[in-house]
């Protein structure tokens, strides 16, 4: 599985970003995608993602309510609408991938055997 990240950029607090990750390959209805993020000098962290199959998402709790998780079916893509930004947001966003990973391990990076590449995303204050 290949997975191809777009979006992120520079805004101000209060306002909002989204994110497109695209996978390609052997994909199927058993994927799972996520995103993590990492700041600066701190370990990389979950912040949301999609089961395909059942179309169940999962939040990092400081995200909920302000990041929607979504897919687009036809392009074989999630989106992560990220509204109400904080500067605690800033870091650089990853689109990973899994087509084993449990509901339990969900959150845990390791789990996932396919990343895509980072993209910046920076809430000025």
């Known amino acids: 599985v290949q997975l191809q990240a777009s979006g992120g950029g520079l805004v101000q607090a209060g306002g909002s970003l989204r994110l497109s990750c695209t996978a390609s390959?052997?994909?199927?209805?058993?994927?799972?995608m996520a995103w993590f993020r990492q700041a600066p000098e701190k370990e990389r962290e979950f912040v949301a993602a999609?089961?395909?199959?059942?179309?169940?998402?999962y939040y990092k709790d400081s995200v909920k309510g302000r990041f929607t998780i979504s897919r687009d079916d036809a392009k074989k893509a999630v989106s992560l609408q990220m509204d109400s930004l904080k500067p605690e947001d800033t870091a650089v966003y990853y689109c990973?991938?899994?087509?084993?990973?449990?509901?339990?391990?969900?959150?845990?990076?390791?789990?996932?055997?396919?990343w895509g590449k980072g993209t910046q995303v920076t809430v000025s204050s």
């Open positions: 390959g052997r994909t199927g209805s058993s994927l799972t």
């Open positions: 999609f089961r395909w199959s059942g179309s169940r998402t």
């Open positions: 990973a991938a899994s087509h084993t990973i449990i509901s339990s391990s969900i959150t845990t990076a390791g789990q996932y055997g396919y």
